[in-house]
Structure formats: C-alpha cells, structure tokens
Antibody, heavy 121, light 107 residues
Framework: EVQLVESGGGLVQPGRSLRLSCAASGFTFDDYAMHWVRQAPGKGLEWVSGINWNSGSIGYADSVKGRFTISRDNAKNSLFLQMNSLRAEDTALYYC??????????????WGRGTLVTVSS | EIVLTQSPGTLSLSPGERATLSCRASQGVSSSYLAWYQQKPGQAPRLLIYGASSRATGIPDRFSGSGSGTDFTLTISRLDPEDFVVYYCQQYGGSPTFGQGTRLQIK
C-alpha cells in the first residue's frame, strides 16, 4: 500500500525557516517524480514544487521561487521542502504527492494527509 | 502559466441528478493533459480523471471526463449523496496549475 506521511509543520514567525519531510513507503520511491502541493485554510490547491526521480529536474511556483528548495533522498525514501523567508501567505496545509511518472510533471495519483504550516508573529 | 477557470463556483443539485462541471484554460492544454480531483472535507484530494477522459483506478463509471484544447468537462451521471463535495481540475501541460474549485451542494 502506498503511504506518504508528511511531518515538520508548525507555527513559525514571519521571516523564519522550516523544513518539511515526507516519508514514502509501499512503492519504489526512485521510480517517481514527487511534488509539494499546498492548500491555504478554506482555499483551493496550489502546486508548490516538483522534483523528478533523480533530482535532475526541479520546478517551483513563482510564489515560492528563490525562497523554497525541494530535495529528495532516494536511499531514505524521503522528500523534503526547505522553506526560508516565510510569509503569512505561506500559511497552508502542505501535501506531499506522488506523480504518475518519473520525469516531467503529470498528475498526482497518491497524496499524503498533509502537515500544517502557520506563519504568524 | 496556464490559468484554469472552473464554473460554476457552486452547483446545487439533488441526488440522482446529472452534474456538469466546467474547466476552461487560458491557453490550449497540450495532449489533453488535464486531470480532475475530488476533495472531501478533512481529506486529501483524490484523483478521478487523467488525460481529460481516463478514469483513475477504482473510480465509479458514473464519473466521466471530456474535452480538449481549452474546454473540459467533468460529468457525474447520477449523483450519489457522497458526491456532494469539492472538485478541482489540474493541467499538466506545463508547470502544474489547478482551477479554483467547484463545490457541489445538495439542493
């Protein structure tokens, strides 16, 4: 059974940093691209960042470019999101999602339950 | 960036009726790279449709997708009470983007 379990969320002050993790199991992790998708409270879905199977291709939404860094450790079946210079508008539930394929960005056929990030003073 | 606009924002129907949800793209979506998701309260989104018209594994055949280019449709043929939740479209012809969602509510 595919499982994606996010962690690392919490309350953080504006301008500070936070690192999210996603532990994957139930599939061959390095066969798939992975993504972070967020959802602000009561709002819709926003793609944040994606990384292909070997970290050779990485993409970011304009809203986080230059502040967030996605990475993965295939040996540990883990996905990460380093979030710097956090803003109030980054407050959201952050989902880890598995892509359909290993390269390029496609659709997301498995999702974790999310980890909540709250940016507030 | 391809902007997706979903309509209507809220759709009020009764169980057993047919629902038609629209998703319009600001520019053509290549190769019909469009997906639909269902999101129930407190849950992660669930993939319903990919490639504009292919049903994901385990999705009932009352859900169907159609369209190409800039206009796409999700149709639910006979609404079940559990279908009254929120639906999102997503394009993956470039950097992924989502529509703002359509809420399906009981009339």
């Amino acid at each position: 059974e595919v499982q994606l379990v996010e962690s690392g969320g919490g309350l953080v002050q504006p301008g500070r940093s936070l690192r999210l993790s996603c532990a994957a199991s139930g599939f061959t992790f390095d066969d798939y691209a992975m993504h972070w998708v967020r959802q602000a409270p009561g709002k819709g879905l926003e793609w944040v960042s994606g990384i292909n199977w070997n970290s050779g291709s990485i993409g970011y939404a304009d809203s986080v470019k230059g502040r967030f860094t996605i990475s993965r450790d295939n040996a540990k079946n883990s996905l990460f999101l380093q979030m710097n210079s956090l803003r109030a508008e980054d407050t959201a539930l952050y989902y880890c999602a598995r892509d359909y394929y290993r390269s390029g960005w496609y659709y997301f056929n498995y999702w974790g339950r999310g980890t909540l990030v709250t940016v507030s003073s | 960036e391809i902007v997706l606009t979903q309509s209507p924002g809220t759709l009020s129907l009764s169980p057993g009726e047919r629902a038609t949800l629209s998703c319009r793209a600001s520019q053509g979506v290549s190769s019909s790279y469009l997906a639909w998701y269902q999101q129930k309260p407190g849950q992660a989104p669930r993939l319903l449709i990919y490639g504009a018209s292919s049903r994901a594994t385990g999705i009932p055949d009352r859900f169907s997708g159609s369209g190409s280019g800039t206009d796409f449709t999700l149709t639910i043929s006979r609404l079940d009470p559990e279908d009254f939740v929120v639906y999102y479209c997503q394009q993956y012809g470039g950097s992924p983007t989502f529509g703002q969602g359509t809420r399906l509510q009981i009339k």
